[in-house]
């Protein structure tokens, strides 16, 4: 099956500086998400990118699906970014659609 | 915004007993879905629904039952509960087939 692969799987930031968080899949997707999960559970939806490049705020997301990869780009990280980030590829199986997620990067933001 | 709600954040309940999660949207979505997490497992879906009284298995649908009378709910039962179904549990919801999932808060359930 599809293999979507996060790296690094833990980093480690000081307030005010910026991160590259990569997300690697095995296969062609229909789609793409960023999510980050805050430390009450909650899944919180960053970026739906298929392809291209977007903005909101301080992130910032770019999925080329040709060459099969997504960054998600965090600029003046805040302590309030603390978390998990998530990347889930969406894939047609059969007669419907199924989301499968990385394994994260736990993020952490010292002040 | 879409919201996505479930019934409990928190619960506890003993092993044998019967477990309904209970997950409501309001933005009038054709699709929900229901997840577990688990540490070092990572989300895995159980269930998901497409229609009104559809419902199709997930991953690991085994030892849990769903149900959606109604479009903008969609339930997971655990007809006994069993220590191994100690985890967290997310429902989303998306408005087509391969769109963006929004999620509800979670319900941690511990079962003793």
């Known amino acids: 099956g599809i293999q979507v692969e996060q790296s690094p799987p833990d980093l480690i930031l000081q307030e005010g500086a910026n991160s590259t968080l990569r997300c690697n899949f095995s296969?062609?997707?229909?789609?793409l998400q960023w999510f980050h999960q805050n430390p009450w559970g909650q899944l919180i939806n960053l970026f739906y990118?298929?392809?291209g490049t977007k903005q909101n705020g301080r992130l910032s997301a770019t999925t080329v699906a040709t060459e099969r990869y997504s960054l998600l780009y965090i600029s003046s990280s805040q302590t309030t970014d603390s978390g998990v980030y998530f990347c889930?590829?969406?894939?047609?199986?059969?007669?419907?659609?199924?989301?499968?997620f990385g394994s994260g990067t736990r993020l952490l933001v010292r002040p | 915004d879409v919201k996505v709600t479930q019934s409990s954040r928190y619960l506890v309940k003993r092993t044998g007993e019967k477990v309904f999660l209970e997950c409501v949207q309001d933005?009038?979505?054709?699709?929900m879905f229901w997840y577990r997490q688990d540490p070092g497992l990572g989300l895995r879906l159980i269930y998901f629904?497409?229609?009104?009284?559809?419902?199709e298995k997930g991953d690991i649908p085994e030892g849990y039952s769903v149900s959606r009378e109604k479009k903008e709910r969609f339930s997971l039962i655990l007809e006994s509960a069993s220590t191994n179904q100690t985890s967290m549990y997310l429902c989303?919801?998306?408005?087509?087939?391969?769109?963006?999932?929004?999620f509800g808060p979670g319900t941690r359930l511990t079962v003793t």
């Open positions: 989303a919801s998306s408005l087509r087939q391969g769109g963006e999932q929004y």
């Open positions: 296969d062609s997707v229909n789609n």
């Open positions: 990118i298929p392809s």
């Open positions: 889930a590829v969406d894939l047609r199986m059969d007669s419907s659609y199924k989301l499968i």
């Open positions: 933005m009038d979505h054709e699709n």
């Open positions: 629904s497409y229609d009104v009284k559809m419902k």
